[in-house]
């Protein structure tokens, strides 16, 4: 089993940043496709960014130009630098882990609890 660990939520104002951080268990980054989500109570989960095995990232429009992700395969550890920060960013943010590439689908094996964002205007 994996294990996925997000932290890094919080409320900040329209134009703010947050670092959200994946502590994922093992050499996950050697063997899985890694990505963050992101869901709204009564909507579809939504498909932010995800990580492939060589680092190629992949971004939703909406965040493309705001957010990046990135990795640390020393520390086992997956990140999500959001910038200028929008109202509609607000979400419980997830990271998920699967030895198949979904891209940006939510169909991925391995979750964690979440963190949320709250972006205020």
């Known amino acids: 089993q994996v294990l996925l660990v997000e932290s890094g939520g919080g409320s900040v104002q329209s134009g703010g940043s947050l670092r959200l951080s994946c502590a994922a268990s093992?050499?996950?980054?050697?063997?899985?496709?890694m990505g963050w989500f992101r869901q709204v109570p009564g909507k579809e989960r939504e498909g932010i960014a995800t990580?492939?095995?060589?680092?190629?990232?992949n971004y939703a429009y909406s965040v493309k130009g705001r957010f990046t992700i990135s990795q640390d395969n020393a520390k086992n550890m997956l990140y999500l630098q959001m910038n200028s920060l929008k109202p509609e960013d607000t979400a419980m943010y997830y990271c998920?882990?699967?030895?198949?590439?979904?891209?940006?689908?939510?169909?991925?094996?391995?979750w964690g609890q979440g963190t949320q964002v709250t972006v205020s205007s």
């Open positions: 998920a882990a699967d030895r198949v590439n979904y891209w940006l689908l939510p169909l991925y094996r391995y």
């Open positions: 093992g050499d996950i980054y050697s063997r899985y496709y």
């Open positions: 990580m492939e095995r060589d680092g190629t990232p």
